[in-house]
């Protein structure tokens, strides 16, 4: 456990001040357009320093929560309403090719010099990286040992950074050896190499309803056919249309993404994790569980892995680095829990070993202790973002938007009714807009009104400047 | 073109001595068992010194060319003959689960302690490969550039490195630009991309038996049939044999390895390459080039790639540096032809990008300009290497034993009539030894009497007692 982590965790006053109003904002115990005490009364109650009382009412205008009021102090900030409605819509036809057609087109687009990327879902900008320390422990490593790079990598990575991951594990409930786990080219060619070992052409594989987009290549490649699965935007996959559904249509594999989804940002209720763990393991069904954003929950402590509940090792975990660390090392790992040894021998028929120079190097970096206070700074960072973008939207997309209550991550999942979010992207294209639209997500037309927004870079004027013109054009896509 | 190469390559004395006769050995105007002049004879006829003949002398006696003869100077070594029947026989039912039981007993086998491996295709040492140099590049750009390491790769890989590998082109016919080259995870992870780029689950793609082992869990992965195109021991694809194929059974794509085969170790003629060039193009059949050991050809100038003969993109080329120079980057290359759009977004789709810290590395040291003279030097080694390795199996396997003459690489290739390779495999693995059974390269049992040794490590005690061992097991199957 991350004993070193714990001590240094003990929060600012002003920070102290600021969640438990943000918490009571949150819970509705402060309602919408409700002032808060003024700065001196607030001090005097609890005994605060002027200064604290002003940082913690800062960051809380800087999370979007409260709006200051000329000469009127503060004030609960309008809020969006997250979506309610589970789109359980009977799936369309299939219209794979339009799918793909618009995500070349988003990828063409995010190309384009000048346009402001509000699609891409990784972190820009060194505040986000600790890319300095990461790059001194790589040349340490070159220094401390020039056979890393001229000898071939082993098949599994780093020994160091697997015990790494094996040790920093039951943080979030996960239980495992360094023989189960695999380093992977990124977290998509973990995906690729579960789905491999537990599939053959021709399968259909439960996958949730929205899913990440590179999903859906990835099964056609393999000549898998994809059954999209219902999903609260809330609570995440929906277990007992799961169940359903699975008294019908037989699936090989199921893939799932139970803490902070992309592009939902929510995080299934422990409850259903632990309900949908046990049906895996009950129908023996081989379930890929895509955590890559689980490091970046915004409570603390976390909630566990639906690993956490596995039993029989039906359960196969997909993580990685590029969206909190290493972007450029595209580090990826697996955890192939039953099937570890067939996905071994994939990984060394496919694409070999990872390279033992960049495993190393993230190995060290963690081994050096201040990964879990980085993690801790960029939740508090994402959960002000988000937060930021969340009011933006509020305040300038049309009435009726919603917007997804991310519980981690920096995306955001909105519905817009009456909104063709394809029409709006070659809207916002032509004013140098990039964002995801909703239809790339599905198979089907159901995301038609949907988009995701990413806020994972410094939101500056030109990046508010963006979102408050993607809202006024779909402001005028509603008036028509 | 890299003319500060050519201007260091002339060679010293002993070298252009050594060579001529080498030649004149290969050519057969020195029979085997004729004697060398003496080394005074020699060095007054050619008005050298005499330490310059001894070097000479030596050089070829390395290379299993001629044999010290006590008292009587030195003899021409006899020689194992290059087979030269191509193995057409029909190909069997298909057993490919046999093939990949024993892809994994090979594997498992390669893992144990204390094993001598005659079967991996990857140097091990440092004398094969610039390791220092590269990782002071490597240091030098983590020093330049900390953004690298906090940025997420550019999905075509580092431009740098794109920049080098069009340079260096045209040293083997290829005339290409930045925009249809694609960096990867190494030359496996191109192979597959150039794949998914023009077949779908249930095409049928043409490639040579024998073929690279892991090429068939690769088609099986992607739903495709592979079939076996018959190829001669010598001189690669049978194009008669590929044109036939196709007037009655349709092929989606081809993949052939027409410079330095994996395993023959053989190079197309020209007039073969330019004639499946031809082909290829009139019939609009993409081809993937498997090109991974192109640079290591023992020939100067080196033959020009299949691709120098393509005229409309059919040809996709896939390339790397894992067998010349940096093992642990894992970098491929991919030069897409006609297909490069289509797989730069199958590319993004899977893996995203390749860390453009290695890339970036590996055009450092290109750009430094010491490659060329390192691969020559790798050449030389190799070629020595593959003619002591021959030599041994001429004086310690069964009479009646072939063995390829490869033109390239440290592959060697034995047919050894009425011996089971897999029985061999299992004695040898008993006593530690552990080679590449001929069944791994096709889908029948046509190999089951063939068998691959690597010779890219050092040529020692410990090397040479395992290559006798195994000689003797095989007499032993043999009188058995």
Redesign the interface.
Known sequence: MDTEDTTTMIPPRYQRLSDELAEAIHGGRLPVGSRLPSLRQMASQRQLSLNTVIAAYRQLEDAGLVIPRPKAGFEVAPRLSAPQRSLRDAPSAPTAPLQQVL??RV?EAQRRPGVVDLA?A?P?G?Q??P??Q??RH??QV??HG????????RPNGSQRLLAQIVRRGPRLGLHTHAERLLLT??A??AL?LAL?AVTQ??DAVGIEAPSYF?LY??LT???LQPIELPTHPQRGLDVDALEALLERTPVAALVVMPTVHNPLGCTMPIADKQRLAELVNARQLPLIEDAVYAELQFCEPPAPLLKAFDRDGWVMVVGGF?KTL?????IGWLDGGRFAERIA??K???????????GDAVAAYLEAGSYEHHLHRMRRLYREQVGRLRQLVAEHFPAGTCATEPQGGFLLWLELPGVDTRELFERALAEDIVFMPGQVYSRGARYRHCLRLSCCQTLDARFIGAVERLGAIARELVAG
């Open positions: 995500m070349a990828l891409f990784g820009r060194r986000f990286y890319g300095a990461l790059a790589t040349a070159l220094r020039q056979q890393t790079v001229e000898t071939y990598a080219h990124g998509m060619e690729q491999r052409a021709g590179n290549p990835l490649t393999l000549g590029s290493a972007p450029d090392y595209r021998l994939l060394f028929q496919s694409t070999g070993g990872e390279p033992q120079l960049l």
